[in-house]
């Protein structure tokens, strides 16, 4: 494992040595890591969505209703209830 050296405010060191002491992280490291990893699985989340946003921007713009639409939307889920 690489090591990496950070400078915070004595504030911030503080607090992250504090996160360690409730026993949910072993050490202040374990603790960075998981905010980390949780900053990774956001940013992916935000690129998914972005992602979908572009495909429905380029998919071009719905000529039907908002009721049509409701409307075959109920239809196929009385179908699916009526099928099991």
């Known amino acids: 494992m690489a090591t990496m050296n950070i400078s915070l405010p004595e504030q911030m060191k ?5 996160q360690s002491e409730d026993g949910k992280y072993s050490n202040s490291s374990d603790f960075v890591r998981d905010l980390i990893r949780k900053e990774q699985v956001r ?8 992602e979908k946003w572009t ?9 039907r209703s908002i009721e049509e639409i409701f409307r075959e939307v109920e239809t196929k889920m009385a179908v699916n209830v009526d099928g099991l």
Do not use: C, H, Y
């Open 55 to 63: 495909e429905g921007l380029e998919s071009g713009i719905e000529e």
């Open 14 to 18: 503080a607090w992250v040595e504090a």
């Open 43 to 50: 940013r992916q989340k935000i690129a998914n969505i972005q």
